[in-house]
């Protein structure tokens, strides 16, 4: 965040409507950045509440009992993601992932979701709506879910160890409820379902290939992800990252795996499935094997700003701009201009001096404000 709040990555900041260009743009569903990126994945923030306090996300020491988080009339209401999310759709957008904080805790999410699956593609195909979630409420949501129109959920799980995930949690949540929350969802449809574990040396490694055990063979798909430095507030350090590679070859010793083609460009993990056709599992590994190159990724968060990267130390302020009175043409073009320039290669950059921002007045946004 320079002095007032700049993005950095793109020279043109939208204050107010004075800002915006009088020579509108209409969307081509083609946006691409200063390299070639297409947008196609958007993430919007619901909640920047969570019911967890995750180690390396919401340290309890931050966020605690006194932590101020946003009052109602200060997230943006159902109506107002939808029309963003439907001039994203018009300039690229197939996916939407919702996210948060915890987004089960946004109340009547089901509504949203049954709005945005209403929006299509320019040439009319269905947008691919998921969800990430801690399981807590999964169990309880997830038919309602699957009924407004949700097509799959991606589950963080970081132990089957009860000790461990309480610690990593840190709010004494048990494992069991969120496995219960893994099967119902599955039972209702919303699969493929993903699972995604954060691996941090000296707090969850152990457990790498308990899991893998534990979920080789099921319909789910496990996914491993390199402990990243978001934010300012998870202590990150580069000797608590356990990089994919050693993930991999510590399953593969006594689960012989491997390599499968991505899915998709700009897939953020890497595939790997079981020599004996016992199913699959990813890496996520942008600290070790960054992926900034194929980065469709644009997310919104709970209060309406714009962010071009996870690791973005500033955003652009649509809240203002639709509260203003701004047509959507107008956000069209703004949206299409942030994109159009945007630089973001974090990841690809990262280095000691990218992630000390101390004496910088730079601060990188949370993870938990954000969602991953
Ligand atoms: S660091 Fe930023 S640009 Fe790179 S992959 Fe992550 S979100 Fe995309």
């Known amino acids: ?9 793109s020279p043109h900041y939208f204050r107010d409507l004075s800002d915006i260009p009088v020579e509108l743009e209409t969307p081509t569903g083609t ?11 958007l993430r919007i923030s619901v909640t920047d509440r969570c019911n967890f306090r995750c180690v390396y996300c919401m340290p309890k020491q931050i966020f605690g009992r006194d932590f101020e988080f946003m009052e109602r009339d200060e997230l943006l209401t159902f109506e107002e993601i939808t029309r963003l999310a439907g001039i994203a759709v018009a300039h690229g957008v197939e996916k939407i992932r919702l996210t948060g904080g915890e987004p089960l805790l ?11 699956s209403a929006l299509k593609t320019p040439d ?23 009924d407004a129109g949700l097509k799959r959920v991606t589950v963080s799980l970081d132990s089957l160890d009860d000790a461990t995930f309480k610690a990593l949690n840190d709010v004494d949540f048990p494992v069991a409820k969120v496995l219960h929350g893994i099967e119902v969802a599955h039972e ?3 699969g493929p379902i993903k699972i995604n574990m954060v691996v941090k040396r000296g707090q969850n490694d152990q457990d790498v290939v308990p899991m893998a055990r534990h979920f080789k063979g099921s319909p789910y798909i496990l996914r491993f992800i390199e402990f990243m430095d978001v934010g300012t507030s998870n202590g990150w350090k580069m000797e608590e990252v356990v990089p994919s590679a ?6 593969n010793a006594e689960l012989p795996l491997e390599e499968v083609v991505a899915n998709y460009p700009g897939e953020t993990s890497a595939r790997w499935s079981y020599r004996d056709g016992g199913g699959e599992i990813g890496v996520i590994s942008s600290v070790t094997q960054s992926f900034c190159q194929s980065c469709t990724r ?3 968060s709970t209060e309406g700003k714009l962010f071009t990267c996870l690791f973005a130390t500033g955003g652009h302020d649509l809240r203002a701009l639709m ?25 690809d950059l990262r280095s000691a001096a990218t992630n000390d921002l101390r004496g910088t007045g730079k601060k990188k946004i949370e993870m938990s404000y954000i969602g991953g």
């Not at 691409?32 to 994945?41: S, V």
């Not at 009319?124 to 879910?145: F, H, M």
């Not at 050693?246 to 399953?251: L, T």
């Not at 047509?327 to 945007?342: F, G, K």
Request: charged share 30%; with cysteine; glycine share 10%.
């Open 298 to 300: 644009v997310r919104v």
């Open 323 to 347: 509260r203003g009175g701004c047509s959507d043409e107008q956000l069209s073009t703004v949206m299409a201009h942030i994109w159009r320039e945007r630089t973001d290669r974090y990841s």
């Open 188 to 190: 209702v449809g919303l």
């Open 246 to 251: 050693e993930v991999i070859s510590a399953i």
């Open 31 to 41: 946006a691409g950045d200063t390299r070639n990126r297409p947008l196609r994945d």
């Open 106 to 116: 946004r109340k009547g999410l089901e509504e949203l979701v049954g709005m945005l």
């Open 1 to 9: 965040m320079t002095e007032n709040g700049v993005p950095e990555s």
């Open 124 to 146: 009319g195909r269905d947008i691919d709506i998921a969800l990430t979630t801690n399981g807590s409420a999964l169990d309880v949501k997830a038919q309602v879910l699957k």
